[in-house]
């Protein structure tokens, strides 16, 4: 049965090792419109990040963003929005200030952090590092314009995901262990390195996200194709769909794959929807 639905992560898998995407990965994605697929992204970034890209290759389906919290198009329309419990976000402005766990709040546009200048100033070298080309600077610009950051106990909306990043496994475990006590059900958690762990409401995925989407749209799961390289992809690639993991993902997604396209560098995801989409020879 033929594609109708693509559903990409982006760090690792859509984009390249300095946060741009690639022409060929726009054209065949568009390709794919084109043809009659249903493009999105399926993030643990916050929406307005995501939808950088979004505009970027002008998607025609909505953004899965915070691993499967919020789903909303780039026109601003939420779909579906399933963020944490409020004793969750209580237990984890509780951790001790200075400790040696990040503590880190996400709403859609905005990230709620202990130290806002330390924050800005990481974000303005990286974003310095991304001008070496015209896209560089462009997509630096525009974080500029949608990456709001603020101190941690000036959050009062909704959080869609916790984000805790330390270099004390042991440490970490323990203070997920500390927020997700808070809480009657169990929460998601995930990580997308080996340094940081990701809470989300119970039941949040971007692989139960993917499986909304599919519902809503009367697909079956065989007209799904995803991609991803880290762990935070597992719950994609539990999904009786196409799997596809990137050549430089992690090896517990490589095992759970339908196939293994070329590296993030290598337009692996382009590579992918030319061959299993398009029917297109690939080189």
């Known amino acids: ?17 300095d946060g741009t995407i690639s022409e060929r990965t726009v054209a065949a994605l568009r390709r794919a419109m084109a043809a009659g697929a249903t493009v999105t992204i399926a993030t643990g970034r916050m929406h307005g990040s995501a939808a950088i890209f979004g505009r970027r290759i002008g998607i025609n389906g909505p953004i899965i963003s915070s691993n499967g919290a919020l789903i909303r198009d780039v026109a601003g329309k939420t779909w579906l929005h399933r963020p944490l419990p409020a004793s969750a976000v209580a237990a984890a402005a509780e951790v001790v200030p200075g400790s040696d766990v990040q503590v880190e709040l996400y709403t859609p546009d905005t990230a709620y952090v202990r130290d806002v200048a330390g924050r800005q100033r990481h974000l303005l070298q990286w974003w310095i590092g991304l001008i070496r080309s015209w896209a ?7 974080y500029m314009l949608v990456y709001r950051t603020r101190p941690l106990d000036r959050c009062r909306g909704p959080v869609d995901k916790i984000y805790l990043e330390g270099r004390d ?11 997700m006590a808070a809480t009657p059900e169990p929460l998601s958690l995930c990580s997308s390195g080996p340094w940081n762990l990701e809470l989300t409401a119970p039941g949040v995925s971007k692989g139960s996200a993917v499986a909304w989407l599919v519902e809503r749209f009367g697909l079956a799961i065989d007209q799904v194709l995803v991609a991803g390289d880290s762990y935070n992809d597992l719950s994609m690639f539990d999904l ?25 560098e290598d337009d ?14 690939t080189v």
């Open 169 to 179: 496994a042991a440490r970490l475990q323990e203070v997920a262990a500390h927020i």
């Open 268 to 281: 692996g995801v382009a590579r992918a929807v030319e061959r299993f989409v398009l029917g297109e020879a």
């Open 136 to 142: 560089g600077l462009v997509l630096s610009l525009q």
């Open 240 to 264: 009786d769909c196409l799997k596809i993991a990137m050549g430089n993902a992690e090896d517990g997604l490589k095992e759970r794959a339908s196939f293994v396209t070329a590296s993030n």
């Open 1 to 17: 049965m033929s594609i109708r639905l693509i559903c990409l992560d982006l760090d690792g898998t859509t984009l390249r090792r």
